[in-house]
């Protein structure tokens, strides 16, 4: 079976149109990751694919059901972690599994998810003294507690320093590598090309790329294309000799290379100046160049998008 089958999916909170005719399939043992700016409707799609807010239009089946309908037989077959995970401060994530399992009404071993979450060492800290990162695993730990094969994660490592966002990377990937379907948002564009197979990136309640990393970055990327560290005077002299579309900016001559051969005429024609110049090389877009074109977001330094700036 499809873990989850959205077609059209539609939410409008008045005139804003957090989800806006969204469509998308996520197969079996998948990662998926849904990418966008603050506001971008995230959290709305994966909430409605959770059972948790009412579609307004759209069809939509999540193992089967609709979530909607369905809800109290879905929750016992999904794992969530919602939008900035919390617990009870005086709880361990020892007990909060323990109380977790007896509200399914279920049996389960502790120390088992505390394991596949890498968590043993901190199982019995209260929640007030655990560090960000073992917040998040405890969130995680929670949401395996019915053993599910579908697990929503809404930012999993938001705000987490790197090495714990790692540690949660390892988390995720043990989950794929036991055949679990995840849907997974994120900030963070090197997760994503970490972490998922297949990425969707939304704008403004739209899915305004679909595909593998490579497919999105091969869509809407441009081509390849000669980076040369040079003054402009360099860039107006390759410009004028080979007639290319020579750009400068910040130190660096950019050629957009249409042939392999074009490379080779831009730095005999850069030789031929007789003016100096640095490194030299050969560039593509990045998934943060495309990023930051599909929905004209801004990403920061450390690959994380930080707002639209067209909405
Ligand atoms: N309950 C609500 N009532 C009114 N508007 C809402 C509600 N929930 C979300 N919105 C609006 O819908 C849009 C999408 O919000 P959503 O939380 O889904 O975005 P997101 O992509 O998850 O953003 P973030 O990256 O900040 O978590 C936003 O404009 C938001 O203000
Ligand atoms: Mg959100």
Known sequence: MIPIEVSN???YYGNVRAVDGISFTVNEGEVFGLLGPNGAGKTTAIEILEG??????????????????????????????????????????????IYYASLFG???DPDEILKAVLLEDSGTTLFENLSGGQKQK????????????LLFLDEPTTGLDPNARRAIWEVIRGLKARGKTIILTTHYLDEAQQLCDMLAIMNHGRI?????????????????????????????????????????????????????????????????????????????????DVFVKLVSGVVDDHGEITGSNNG
């Open 208 to 288: 305004v790329a679909r595909g593998t990393s490579d497919e999105i970055i091969k869509q809407h990327g441009s081509g390849e294309r000669l980076e040369i560290q040079g003054d402009e005077a360099l860039a107006n002299f390759i410009r004028a000799s080979t007639g290319f579309d020579v750009e400068f900016k910040n130190g660096l001559i950019g050629i957009p290379l249409k042939q392999k051969t074009d490379a080779l005429n831009a730095l005999e024609a850069a030789a031929h100046s007789k003016m100096d110049w640095g490194e030299i090389r050969t560039q593509r877009d990045s998934l943060d």
């Open 138 to 149: 405890t969130g995680l730990a929670l949401s395996l507690v019915n053993s599910p094969d």
């Open 9 to 11: 999916l539609k939410k």
């Open 106 to 108: 279920i049996k389960t």
């Open 52 to 97: 948790l807010r009412k579609k307004d239009e759209g069809e939509i089946k999540v193992l089967g059901m609709d979530p909607w309908e369905n809800g109290y037989k879905l929750h016992r077959r999904i794992g969530v972690i919602p939008q900035e995970f919390t617990f009870f401060e005086k709880t361990s994530p020892r007990e909060a599994i």
